[in-house]
């Protein structure tokens, strides 16, 4: 393979064949008519060929300098396009976390601020669905999904969370709560996942946590987001299986209390998902760390013996 011809000599003839003038190349490059016709020379010299045919002060491209500067054209083209995109990675600092939406709303929308007031120069954008996304499509650098196993080739658990069944201080005011089993004769809200690789935590399985006798109970009320179904406790619509992980704050404002503290785990951990390239991007690394201890402290805020 021949070397590759100089940089300027290469600038040189792409506009010269562009313009088709020498005065016209050297005011693009901003150089003299003399340097043009120099490197137009040295690089037909490096090629061994005749790019330019010369009449006395006419000069106008041959049949391979046409399709020699088409190609050249192309090059400087592409070079162009790869300079966009390192422009943009420069350009696009912004950091994009998408979460499921109640795990976005409940959870990590809330922890966002301590992030913030660690590093407040480092945007994110938070985005909420229920759809994994595709990282190089959407344009996502972070995931948080819940599942038995990872969904994307470079993921880490975060934590594992309980659900305890909570309500309104109201709902229950007056009323004597001996057991677990006292909770169960309230209006229950119950939480049904849609297309999750496994489903919510059911009544059904919190009664037989506790020993209670089976029973099948009436779902006049279902939720597919758990968020909804917390917000209706908040309400004082009934007691909701809720995840710890979503309620700390409604517990320590005091719109919801845990009136009998019995957790049941959930079958399947959530995990943190990333596109590897987007840990080049200012903070990227940071935030990655920040999301797996957050992780790490919920997973003991969660389990049994905690205040949650």
């Keep these: 393979m021949a070397p590759i011809p100089h940089l300027?000599?290469?600038q040189a003839f792409a506009a010269f064949g562009t313009h088709g003038s020498v005065s016209e190349a050297?005011?693009?490059?901003?150089?003299?008519?003399?340097?043009?016709?120099?490197?137009?020379?040295?690089?037909?010299?490096?090629?061994?060929?005749?790019?330019?045919?010369?009449?006395?002060?006419?000069?106008?491209?041959t049949r391979w300098g046409k399709l020699y500067h088409a190609e050249i054209q192309a090059g400087f083209s592409q070079l162009s396009g790869a300079a966009e995109i390192?422009?943009?990675?420069?350009?696009?600092?912004?950091?994009?976390?998408?979460?499921?939406?109640?795990?976005?709303?409940?959870?990590?929308g809330r922890e966002i601020f301590d992030w913030r007031a660690l590093c407040p120069g480092a945007a994110v954008q938070l985005v909420g669905t229920e759809q994994e996304p595709d990282f190089e499509r959407d344009g996502i650098d972070f995931r948080i999904f819940y599942g038995p196993q990872p969904r994307y080739h470079h993921a880490i658990e975060l934590f594992t969370d309980?659900?305890?069944?909570?309500?309104?201080p109201r709902l229950i005011e007056g009323q004597d709560l001996a057991t677990g089993e006292d909770i169960l004769r309230f209006p229950l809200l119950h939480i049904v996942w849609s297309g999750a690789a496994s489903r919510a935590p059911s009544w059904e399985d919190w009664a037989a946590s506790i020993g209670a006798p089976a029973s099948a109970f009436p779902r006049d009320l279902s939720y597919m987001l758990s968020s909804s179904a917390i917000d209706a406790a908040v309400a004082g619509r009934g007691f909701v299986l809720a995840q710890m992980s979503m309620i700390a704050d409604e517990l320590?404002?005091?719109?919801?209390?845990?009136p009998f503290d019995h957790r049941l785990r959930l079958a399947a951990p959530y995990?943190?998902?990333?596109?590897?390239?987007?840990?080049?991007?200012?903070?990227?690394?940071?935030?990655?760390?920040?999301?797996?201890?957050?992780?790490?402290?919920?997973?003991?805020l969660s389990a049994p013996g905690s205040a949650g």
């Design 26 to 61: 050297a005011r693009e490059l901003g150089v003299s008519p003399g340097a043009v016709t120099q490197q137009l020379q040295k690089l037909e010299e490096h090629l061994g060929l005749t790019l330019i045919d010369r009449h006395g002060r006419r000069m106008e491209l």
């Design 271 to 300: 995990y943190l998902g990333w596109n590897p390239a987007s840990l080049e991007k200012p903070f990227a690394r940071d935030f990655h760390r920040w999301l797996v201890a957050k992780g790490r402290r919920q997973a003991m």
């Design 252 to 258: 320590e404002t005091g719109r919801l209390v845990i």
């Design 162 to 168: 309980w659900a305890v069944p909570a309500c309104a």
């Design 8 to 10: 300027k000599a290469l």
């Design 86 to 108: 390192v422009r943009r990675a420069h350009a696009d600092t912004a950091l994009s976390l998408s979460a499921l939406t109640s795990v976005l709303g409940k959870w990590i």
